[in-house]
């Protein structure tokens, strides 16, 4: 299940931050994520680092950073997997 998806605020030409919670609802699981990202309206996808902050508190809680060019739109979406689910 993912949850509180979020992004820092874009900086063009810089990167930005995505956060997102990955669990079952009642703590971390062991789960594979990825994040990917687009920055040519869709027309191809890059795939980013997309880890476990593996902090307390912040146990289910993934990061990944996306490169960002000087002007557009940035899409991006998480694929995760618990090995027997989506």
């Avoid at 990955?22 to 687009?38: C, E, K, M, P, Q």
């Avoid at 027309?43 to 508190?57: C, D, H, I, K, L």
């Amino acid at each position: 299940m993912l949850a509180n998806v979020c992004n820092s605020a874009p900086a063009p030409g810089g990167a930005m931050v995505v956060h997102a919670d990955i669990g079952n609802g009642g703590g971390a699981i062991d789960v594979t994520a990825r994040l990917f990202y687009s920055l040519d309206n869709q027309a191809t996808w890059a795939e980013t680092v997309f880890t476990s902050v593996g902090r307390p508190g912040f146990d289910s809680t993934f990061a990944g950073i996306v490169p960002l060019p000087s002007s557009g739109t940035v899409f991006y979406y998480i694929q995760a997997s618990n090995g027997t689910n989506y």
